[in-house]
Nanobody, 125 residues
Framework: QVQLIESGGGLVEPGGSLRLSCVASGRTFNDYPMAWFRQAPGKEREYVAATFRGTFYTDSVKDRFTISRDDDRNMVFLQMNSLKPEDTAVYYC?????????????????????WGQGTQVTVDS
């Protein structure tokens, strides 16, 4: 059984930082795409960042968030700096067992076969 477990969420003031972690079990995702998505109340789950032989970000978090991975520990991280209230959401870790033909597939929810339960990030004074 493949499992992804996120941690590191919490309440932070605007301008603050959080580091999210995700550990996978059941199989290794070495050299496969991994990503972070988020879902705010009343909105669709949206792409945040991905990593596969490089790193990729949605425009709204570019230069503020950094995705990284430790394949020896089967983990992926999201360092979030300069947080804004609009970053408030449940953040989900995702992983794929496929290599994508088109770059656009990195941004799609249905590209990923394994998902974590999510961790709440709240940015507020």
């Amino acid at each position: 059984q493949v499992q992804l477990i996120e941690s590191g969420g919490g309440l932070v003031e605007p301008g603050g930082s959080l580091r999210l972690s995700c550990v996978a079990s059941g199989r290794t995702f070495n050299d496969y795409p991994m990503a972070w998505f988020r879902q705010a109340p009343g909105k669709e789950r949206e792409y945040v960042a991905a990593t596969f032989r490089g790193t990729f970000y949605t425009d709204s978090v570019k230069d503020r968030f950094t995705i990284s991975r430790d394949d020896d520990r089967n983990m992926v991280f999201l360092q979030m700096n300069s947080l804004k209230p609009e970053d408030t959401a449940v953040y989900y870790c995702a992983a794929s067992t496929n290599w994508f033909i088109l770059d656009s597939f990195y941004f799609r929810k249905d590209s990923y076969s394994a998902w974590g339960q999510g961790t709440q990030v709240t940015v507020d004074s």
